[in-house]
C-alpha cells in the first residue's frame, strides 16, 4: 500500500525559511516520480514542483522558481522541499505525490491529475 506522508509545516514570517518533508512507503521510491502540490483556501491545487523518477529531471513553477528546491533521497524513501524567502502568497496546504511512471518529460506531466498517490498535506501560512 503506497503511503506518503508530510511534515515540516508551520507559521512562519516573510523571508523566513521551511524544509517539508515526505516520507513514502509500499513502492519502489526510486522509479517513481515525485512532486509537490499546494492548495490555498478558495484556490484550485496547483503544482509547485516535481522531480521525474526515469531522468530525475525537475520542474518549478514559475512563483516559486530559485526560492524552491526539491530533493530525494531514495535510500531514505524521502523527499523534500527547501522553501527559502517565504512570502504571504505562499500560505496553502502543502501535499506530497507519486506515481509509478518516470515521466521524463516532468514539466509536461507535473499536474495534479498525472499523480495517483497523495499524502494528507502539510499546513504553511507566511504571515507577519
Known amino acids: 500500500q503506497v503511503q506518503l506522508v508530510e511534515s515540516g509545516g508551520d507559521l512562519v514570517r516573510p523571508g523566513d525559511s521551511l524544509r517539508l518533508s515526505c516520507a513514502t512507503s509500499g513502492f519502489k521510491h526510486g522509479y517513481y516520480s515525485i512532486g509537490w502540490f499546494r492548495q490555498a483556501p478558495g484556490k484550485e491545487r496547483e503544482a509547485v514542483s516535481c522531480?521525474?523518477?526515469?531522468?530525475?529531471?525537475?520542474y518549478y513553477a514559475a512563483s516559486v522558481k530559485g526560492r524552491f528546491t526539491i530533493s530525494r533521497d531514495d535510500a531514505k524513501n524521502t523527499v523534500s522541499l527547501q522553501m527559502d524567502n517565504l512570502q504571504p502568497e505562499d500560505t496553502a496546504v502543502y501535499y506530497c505525490a507519486a506515481d509509478p511512471r518516470s515521466y521524463n518529460d516532468i514539466p509536461k506531466y507535473c499536474r495534479s491529475y498525472y499523480f495517483a498517490s497523495w499524502g494528507q498535506g502539510t499546513q504553511v501560512t507566511v504571515s507577519s
Open positions: 522531480v521525474s523518477g526515469g531522468s530525475r529531471d525537475t
